[in-house]
Nanobody, 113 residues
């Protein structure tokens, strides 16, 4: 299954974006699906995970602001990002959890006034 992230862009602080991760095949049998991000000069970090039972996890820095969801019928995972901050600026990637070695292109999110 190949994954393609989209939906990034330039947004002002306090704004919102919804990222989409479209899979080339069924994700029903995949347990953990996650969103990761990599800011300039920093290591890639796991931001949020959703498991096949619907349970989720998010890193402390985005709790209460970001929400991950999945639509198995559409083979898509979403990341709703609200109250965005400049520190959220990064390239966002989707991958399995644990991550597979190969990464897609990601989608750039820039939070700036």
């Amino acid at each position: 299954v190949q994954l393609q992230a989209s939906g990034g862009g330039l947004v002002q602080p306090g704004g919102s974006l919804r990222l989409s991760c479209a899979a080339s095949g069924s994700i029903v049998s995949i347990n953990g699906m996650g969103w990761y991000r990599q800011a300039p000069g920093k290591q890639r970090e796991l931001v949020a995970v959703i498991y096949s039972d619907g349970s989720t996890w998010a890193v402390d820095s985005v709790k209460g602001r970001f929400a991950i969801s999945r639509d198995n019928a559409k083979n898509t995972v979403y990341l709703q990002m609200n109250s965005l901050k400049p520190d959220d600026t990064a390239v966002y990637y989707c991958n399995l959890v644990p991550a597979r070695p190969s990464w897609g292109q990601g989608t750039q999110v820039t939070v700036s006034s």
